[in-house]
């Protein structure tokens, strides 16, 4: 009799296990959302009042960095807490205020908004895609883990210093280098969740958010450029 009892509770915990699963992952899509509200009012309140323009570069890099190391603590330490929620949408508040720079630029530029929204529709697509291959792939991702944190440390550190050589060649590799980085970062991040690896949907979203928004960001500056170039 003891077998079939333990079969059983098996059973149940891995039942259990997967609900929980699509329970994080289901959290993780909705927050995730929610999280586009505040980034959008965040680069609107930048456009409307130019006070990312006042910035120099090197000291928008020094606002931006050192505010989103400072929010992502802040997340880490209240993910578990009834702050997290509010916390990450200050965070992506600061991330769309911080975009407003290079949304403006773009807007200056003929057919600007017809380039946002196509940088949007592009952003879209990549993470549906990612999120469907994430559904359906049954190969081991863990061990791309580390692979692509050097590749994000690089791309930081040559974003960094173009800030000072000032490049376009670069400028137009790193962001082809970061669309390609942060999309499998996407699939990564979700895999995760789906493999149970990431069992708190605020610290999902923070990873899956991150990613976009430098998708995003890297196909919104290759279109500028591209547009400005004609």
Do not use: C
């Not at 994430?134 to 081991?140: G, H, L, T, Y």
């Not at 550190?157 to 400028?171: D, E, R």
């Amino acid at each position: 009799m003891n077998q079939p009892l333990q079969a059983n509770y098996a059973g149940y915990g891995e039942v259990a296990s997967i609900e929980q699963r699509n329970r994080v992952l289901r959290n993780t899509y909705w927050l995730l959302a929610l999280s586009m509200v505040p980034t959008v009012l965040g680069a609107w309140v930048g456009v409307t009042t130019g006070i990312t323009r006042a910035m120099g570069p090197g000291m928008s890099a020094i606002v931006f960095l050192a505010g989103a190391f400072g929010f992502m603590f802040a997340i880490e330490k209240t993910k578990n807490s009834s702050a997290g929620v509010p916390v990450l949408l200050g965070f992506t508040f600061f991330m769309g205020l911080m975009l407003s720079r290079l949304i403006g630029a773009v807007l200056g530029q003929a057919n600007g908004a017809g380039l946002i929204m196509t940088a949007f529709a592009g952003t879209g697509l990549i993470f549906f895609g990612m999120a469907a291959l994430s559904s359906v792939i049954k190969r081991d991702l863990s061990s791309m883990g580390k692979f692509l944190f050097i590749g994000m440390i690089m791309i930081l550190v040559a974003g960094l210093a173009n800030i000072f050589i000032q490049s376009s060649a670069l400028m137009t590799t790193i962001s082809v280098l970061a669309i390609g980085i942060f999309s499998a970062f996407i699939l990564y991040d979700l895999r995760r969740v789906k493999d149970g690896e990431e069992t708190n949907y605020i610290s999902a979203t923070l990873g899956v958010y991150l990613s976009l928004y430098n998708v995003f960001q890297s196909l919104l500056a290759i279109l500028g450029f591209a547009n400005s170039s004609e």
